[in-house]
Every structure is written in structure tokens, then in C-alpha cells.
């Protein structure tokens, strides 16, 4: 029992320094796309920066946060994958009700706001 309390915060002490690696190494892609500017081609910056950025990931997927979003991520796409998603009909006909009440709601508006605007013109009238 407590050999797994040791492993986890034997774990959590390598985690902070493995953060450090990975904001080293964005870093670095970063600096290296922008130092790069004026020696190379767009693309090998490109690469470069992209590079920086998967070392990044990778090293922080290593640690318990990264575990915990790639597995995140994991169910996440699990879920979509159960979404009913609507047919194009379905879609169009909800889109034309939305537009439909949109309108509505602006006529409505509009009116209240000219009888609003007909009474106080009404009150503040001085003859």
C-alpha cells in the first residue's frame, strides 16, 4: 500500500520538471521559427516551430495532468462519436423557425417601442 503512495509522489516530483521541458521546448520551437526568419524557407521554419510544439506535448502527456486530458480527450471523441447528429432537412427547418422567430420577435419590438415613443410624445408635448 504504500509502495504505490511513493510511486505516485515520486511521479508528482518528476512532473513539475517535465513541465519545465515542455515549456523549454515550445519555446524553442518558437524562437527558432522566429530566428529562422531570415536564413530559410517558411516551411522549415514551419517545421521547426511544429517540432518544438510535439516535443512539448509529448513530454507533457507524460505527466499526470497529460494522462489526465489526453484520457479526457479520449472520451470526449467516445461521446461525439454517440451524438445523433440532424439530417440536412431538419437542419434547414430549425434554421427557417429561428429565422421565423427572429423576425417575429423584431416586429414586436418595433411596434412597442413606436407606442412607447407615441406616449411619451404625448406627455412631453407642450402646446
Known sequence: ??????AASSDNRLDIPKWIIAVLFAG???????YLEEQYSQLIRVITLLAGVGFAIFVASRTEKGRA??????ESHLEVRKVVWPT?????QMTGLVILM???LAIVIWFL???????VRLL????
Open 69 to 74: 486530458i489526453l484520457q479526457f480527450a479520449r
Open 1 to 6: 500500500m504504500n509502495t504505490k503512495t511513493d
Open 124 to 127: 412631453t408635448e407642450t402646446t
Open 28 to 34: 524553442a520551437g518558437l524562437v527558432g521559427f522566429y
Open 113 to 119: 417601442d413606436s407606442i412607447l415613443l407615441w406616449i
Open 88 to 92: 440536412r432537412q431538419e437542419t434547414l
Open 102 to 104: 427572429v423576425v417575429v
